[in-house]
């Protein structure tokens, strides 16, 4: 399975980060297997935001369930984040990954900054 991240490389202070992770070799519906966003701020280590389980059901960090959203769209096997009222401290490389054997994108760098 291979995973690949897109969206804008810079978002506004306030306004909501987007980004798609588009997997191909395996369906996101596969069973047993959750799909997964992580950040690494610049000088630290990796979080975990929050995954989607194959029937749809979400997990989020606590620290961020108030603005967080994952989403997919099964019929272009895609899962989907959307991070509300960012702020500079939400800078940072975003990778999509799916766990078992973990597989990862290759990230993408994120900035938020006016």
């Known amino acids: 399975v291979q995973l690949q991240e897109s969206g804008p490389g810079l978002v506004k202070p306030s306004q909501t980060l987007s980004l798609t992770c588009t997997v191909s070799?395996?369906?996101?519906?596969?069973?047993?297997?959750?799909w997964n966003w992580i950040r690494q701020p610049p000088g630290k280590g990796l979080e975990w935001l929050g995954a989607?389980?194959?029937?749809?059901?979400?997990y989020y960090d606590p620290s961020l369930k108030s603005r967080i959203s994952i989403s997919r769209d099964t019929s272009n096997n895609q899962f989907s984040l959307q991070l509300m009222s960012v702020t500079p401290e939400d800078t940072a490389v975003y990778y999509c990954?799916?766990?078992?054997?973990?597989?990862w994108g290759q990230g993408t760098q994120v900035t938020v900054s006016s």
């Open positions: 989607i389980g194959d029937s749809g059901n979400t």
């Open positions: 070799g395996g369906a996101v519906t596969t069973n047993d297997y959750y």
């Open positions: 990954a799916r766990d078992g054997l973990w597989t």
